[in-house]
């Protein structure tokens, strides 16, 4: 039976993106571990990351045109962009500091919470309403 165009892609592009990340943590840990490149400045490495990133995104938005440029208000700049670039500088200046502390099985291990952690966050913040089934699925398949 042939996979149609499409979901192989789906899942060309998860394979991808499974071994992208597990290849930034492996590098994250060796750059910051003091056994190997020994570089103990977790915010710099996460600075660099953030600067490379929009890098990129320039490039591919406005040089090489790979996506429409969007227009923005200040106000969703602000109140939508804003935010999440920060949590996300946050989250991966925290995950880079914990790399000093903690090994790297332990780090999958704790990225395996992340749904739960989601979900309840959604919770708590009122974008989602509590299912006891899908947090049941959620913690057996941990």
Not at 89 to 97: M, P, R, V
Request: proline share 4%.
């Amino acid at each position: 039976m042939m996979m149609n165009k499409s979901l192989f892609l789906t899942y060309l592009y998860l394979l991808i993106y499974i071994l992208l990340s597990s290849g930034v943590i492996l590098y994250n840990k060796w750059v910051l571990s003091p056994k190997y490149f020994n570089f103990p400045f977790p915010i710099t490495l996460t600075m660099i990351h953030m600067g490379f990133s929009g890098a990129v995104a320039f490039f591919l938005v406005r040089v090489f045109k790979v996506v429409t440029p969007v227009k923005m208000t200040f106000e969703i700049y602000a109140t939508c962009v804003v935010p999440i670039s920060a949590f996300f500088a946050s989250s991966l200046w925290f995950g880079n500091t914990a790399y000093l502390h903690i090994s790297v099985a332990f780090i999958q291990m704790l990225k395996a919470l992340m749904p739960v952690a989601t979900l309840i966050m959604a919770v708590l913040c009122g974008t989602d309403k509590l299912r006891w089934d899908v947090l049941l699925n959620m913690l057996l398949k941990l």
